[in-house]
């Protein structure tokens, strides 16, 4: 059976709020996230940088931290006040969920801890803000992305992250599962009224397979593409453009200097209203991925950023990416 | 001051829904919202057509009844659940509120009443749901609505509509206000995180301004500039294409037949945190209005759909529309 | 009766080529062009500005002079080899046709001369060439313009200057006349196979009405609008965005600091097979000008920028603009 | 060396202008070019149907004709007058090249001739006129191509194939050749004043590569494919949709029915001042296909139209596409 929402969870998360990713070259870094992408540098220290969409008010929705390895550090959501900082805490500990208060420049109360599958996250309450660029158009470089969306994470127990996250509260929207059975491969969850802000699918995890900016339209993505090819990452874009089935985002996928993965989508559909079901596709169905056109690389269905100190499991579902072979001519 | 939002709501409500109006002929209205706008007719019965957005799960967000004058007659709100409505229902009437029950077909529990303003309106928590064409791209016409997003109703009171919505749960966006002053001139209202739901501006009230849809992006916009000119009604187009600084959108705006007023619009910017202040416009600021290129038609300005045995009041403050005169060199 | 092309002409025009402006603030102009416009600044002297659309091999196709009044300086064309020119010149003497040759720095061989209602005229065979840049994506600014494509003249004798320049090998592929008659009150003339190269239109003349530059879609245009709003200019346009009936273009239409008028467009059909006839336009017809929405302001109907030393004189037709004044409800 | 432009032609053309393909279901091939690409049909008989771009006067620019293999017939390009026909036939007569006067409907004179690389082609003046629908916006369906552009055909001699078109006046805008030599794998040449009309490419020979249809925008390739996807033609696209390093165009590819291949893409640069260079790009150089993302498929590669009764002979150089397995991580 599918897991169910929790309608009335321990405490209130809003949204997918921040992220945080050490790298090997800080400034080549900034560099590709402010000139290839076109995102916007709110403030920089000796070993970080702090980045966020043009509409954003928020702070920061990217943090580059100086690191050895490559390394994808925290998933951030956002929650509704500290109280809820604070009902969170309290769940944890009564759950036995490994967790730590902790202090960061320009967020409010933070929380930290490791989902059942091994997905480091953070939660805040709040950040200071800065004014919204997004009418400032003379400074709109590349794709132009407008805020951080989502979150799509690798895991070998798609069933567990979901029980899990649905507990909290979140909604799922769509889903693929093995044909005629509920057997989970990825499931689509959101608690901002749209599709997703939080994903998992099967694979050997965890990992941060990427994490998703909003652009305007369809022309800023190829806009996007352009600029990447122009600026000598023309051979990092790992997918797209192309058209999901799950969730009818317009795509495009880039890896950072570290292979770190950012998408640019068009923004998905409303789903707000309780009478709305989660839309299934079978895992049978080559178009719950793309509706059109040439299948992901290889790079983009195998390669993903991992988590410090975590172990990656295999999955216990066996995947099998779209015959790409096939497509291709090449047996 | 300016009004406060009332964080425990006596009811949930969700987000803009569906409007009713109307018409005096409904199949050129039908055909107009159909074939003009790009709406989807989910039903018809001898008396009313049932329209949505592509995105659009629920039933209808646009229903046209057959009428002898051209009303606006409802704008409609989704609440969470039917327990909300039992709730309302308490709430009005304790409050000392003109309500009704009344049963609307393929609608859930539906609530009617009459906001402080004198604005029509009506609460439902579910609806039946139909697929979504959102992916029937070969079936997009014009503008290709995605879904009903907002409504901008013009009132003798800004800031008694302002303070009844607040205090249903409601948060403020952005606002105009006199210079120096916390004057309110207009107030953009928000339950769905983003900038707006329920919109007021002082004017002779109640009266619906226009009720707005999504659309994919600029270009579509423009093409529905064009099918409307290719249809025979280019002369409808009464404000656009432009862009608005207070809520960021691009838009168009178009009369129907009866002289109704949609909006197209580009989807605004998310508005969730707690932190972030409504933005302020003094009301001498023109660019609130427009960031560039021709102001609004004094069509736009001063024409609006009324609400049936509704008498009209002069507003509070006296208006005047941007120096279109001196723009266009008339004097 | 409608002039005929003349299909043996005595030296090839090949296109539209480059138009000088003498601007009264060199600087404010040149900032103008690059960073609202997004002209690419190929080389600056003490005294000028050379700059090209994107995609333009060659040197330049906009000279600002610094000047002490706003002016019109030259209409710019093509010839195909040096030999045109030196056929040019036999012709314009033995035709008792003011001309002179010049020296113009990065240009070939190049001939003045003033057309018999006054437009001054240049005509050049070669330039010196510069890389293409429409592959710098990275560079692209606000429009992206790409490439110089036409002028329009606005003129008191159209029939004159449509004989004189048909006369030299020009194709008409548009025009306006009274209804019922062949009276000419504007033509679209064009050499490089598709709608114009040059437009003469009735009024108060000699005056250039604007130069034009086509950009990659529509979404460029709007985005060009939001750039000049951003930058402090959204005042300055004067019209659109809009479709024109005549020739297809979606235009927009900004005042450069001196109020010299430059039209943003996508490009317009092709036009090359003998038998396509030109397009006719009765005078009374509204959607010649534009298939929907708002007319021009009055800006753009009485406005223009003189040639040096030319006397005005008024038009041989007596020009009625649209019914702007209808359209706004201002009587 | 480079082959040299004939620029006293022994007749002159104008542009590309119309193919025509047999198909082996004329119903299900008329239904995908008119539903999935948005061509427009200009009329049907038992055997053929004829259809032409949004923008185009001519009576025709595709003829799919009822057949029991499917095969390309003929590559159509335009002459400017009846006595270009003549002429062409007088010069095929000296030269010892296989021609022949046929009868077309719609069309003037007609000369079909055989080119020393074996392609099929046909000249001719002129064709009857239909009005052009650019301005029926609410009838674009699909890409909503505009008009035919250009050819590519695969050759075994682009060398031979290139001296020959360049002898009857074509200029070449950009190449492909061995790096540090003029050895010719590619050649793109033009008479129409863009980029081509007619492109040579090195593979197994003579075969048609693709036919052309420029689309408005990139939006208008993106709605193709999500059309494409609707339709059931999703995997028929076997290439982008990308960006071409050659020409600059956004691309997207489509297979017919029948495997015949057509592009969608936007339109290219202005290539009409004699001073300007051809384009050389070293068959190294990967970028010259295309500026970012996958590389085409194998389908895309080796697989074209046959001309009825050719023989194909293996290309005098050895080619081999990009390397895909590197890309998509396949060893």
Same mark, same amino acid.
């Given at each position: ?57 928020? =702070? ?19 929650? *509704? ?8 805490? *309290? ?104 599709? =997703? ?12 397979? =990427? ?49 770190? *993965? ?70």
């Amino acid at each position: 059976m599918l897991p169910m929402t929790n309608f009335s969870p321990p405490f209130a998360i809003t949204r997918a709020s921040h992220v945080s990713l050490s790298v090997t070259d800080l400034e080549a870094s900034r560099d590709f996230y402010r000139d290839v992408i076109g995102l916007v540098v709110t403030e920089e220290t000796d070993d970080a940088v702090y980045l966020r969409g043009l509409e954003e008010a928020a =702070h920061h929705s990217l943090v580059l931290e100086r690191g050895t390895d490559a390394k994808a550090l925290r998933v951030g959501l956002r929650v *509704r006040t500290d109280a809820d900082i604070i009902a969170a805490e *309290r769940h944890f500990a009564s759950a036995g969920i490994e967790h730590e208060r902790v202090e960061k420049p320009f967020q409010g109360p933070t929380l930290q801890f490791r989902d059942p599958v091994g997905t480091h996250m953070e939660l805040t309450s709040s950040m200071q803000t800065v004014p919204r660029k997004m009418q400032a158009f003379d400074e709109f470089v590349a794709g132009a992305p407008q805020r951080l969306d989502h979150y799509q994470v690798v895991t070998y127990d798609v069933q567990a992250a979901t029980d899990f996250w649905m507990g909290l509260g979140m909604r799922m929207s769509e889903y693929t599962a093995t044909d005629g059975t509920d057997e989970l491969w990825g499931t689509w969850m959101e608690v901002k009224g749209n599709t =997703h802000d939080l994903v998992f699918t099967n694979g050997r995890g965890p990992r941060l397979h =990427h994490f998703a900016y909003t652009v305007p339209d369809g022309l800023s993505l190829l806009h996007a593409a352009d600029v990447a090819g122009a600026k000598g990452f023309g051979d990092e874009i790992d997918r797209g453009p192309g058209r999901h089935g799950i969730s009818n985002a317009l795509f495009l996928y880039l890896r950072d200097p570290d292979q770190h *993965r950012i998408e640019l989508f068009t923004t998905h559909y409303q789903f707000i209203d309780l009478e709305d079901e989660p839309l299934r596709w079978d895992v049978s169905n080559p178009k719950r991925a793309q509706l059109w056109g040439m299948p992901a690389s290889n790079r983009w269905f195998f390669e993903a950023s991992e988590f410090p100190g975590e172990t990656l499991t295999e999955p216990l579902l066996q995947a099998t990416p779209p015959t790409l072979e096939a497509y291709l001519g090449l047996h």
